[in-house]
């Protein structure tokens, strides 16, 4: 257990991390209406088809190939025009066999050991990588997952241990239909993918930022 806990109190306290927590309570204070981060998205349908990742996870939905209809919104976190250069998010909406729905989040950064955890600024969507920041609890150790352009509307989806060589998991693609809604909202502090689980302490970082995004929205 202390070997696993290690790198994810490394993590939780990463550059990355703390920016992530502090930027939407800052962003918060001065934007009085709608989402203080990411206020203003584009929501797709995408087809994402799942490869099974080698060697296995722990997590079935990773480890079973699979194909999923799933909603894609992309965005930018200040919300700064194009093509001046801002942290882009991409949120993925997938089924669950219980009928609810799991919701990933992913933001441009690197893919290094050290940049995997640091967002970067980037002039399109495309020109960085993008990871999800903060690492999952699974039943075989901490695992980050990372979506990487491979062309226009098309991503490599990728998993990693905090330290480790990123693997193929999965491709998506985006279809161009518009989704129902681009101010849904997506929250994976409450919407979980089964076998991802949230670290209590990066429960801890990240309820609060998300905690006052929910509130700022419902005023």
């Known amino acids: 257990m202390g070997n696993v806990a290690a790198p994810v109190r490394r993590v939780a306290s990463s550059a990355g991390g703390i920016a992530l927590a502090g930027a939407t309570r800052a962003v ?3 934007r009085t209406a709608g989402k203080p981060l990411h206020p203003r998205g584009r929501v797709v349908v ?7 990742a080698e060697p296995p ?3 079935a939905w990773l480890d079973e190939p699979g194909d999923d209809e799933v909603l894609v919104r992309w965005s930018r976190a200040v919300g700064l025009p194009s093509p001046l250069p801002d942290i882009h998010g991409l949120a993925l909406r997938v089924p669950r066999d219980d009928g609810g729905h799991g919701d990933l989040l992913f933001a441009t950064t690197g893919l290094g050991r050290l940049t995997r955890f640091v967002l970067t600024a980037s002039g399109t969507p495309y020109g960085r990588p993008l990871t999800t920041l903060l690492p999952y609890r699974t039943a075989h150790g901490p695992l980050l997952l990372a979506a990487v352009g491979t062309g226009e509307g098309s991503f490599e989806i990728a ?3 905090p330290s480790g060589p990123w693997r193929h998991v999965a491709h998506l693609d985006l279809s161009g239909t518009s989704g129902p809604d681009p101010e849904i909202s997506f929250d994976p502090v409450r919407n979980t993918v089964p076998g991802l689980a949230t670290y209590d302490l990066v429960h801890r970082l990240r309820e609060p930022s998300y905690r006052t995004a929910r509130r700022t929205r419902r005023a």
């Open 46 to 52: 995408g087809r994402l088809r799942r490869t099974g």
């Open 28 to 30: 918060a204070a001065v």
């Open 159 to 161: 998993c990693a241990s």
């Open 57 to 59: 996870t722990g997590v």
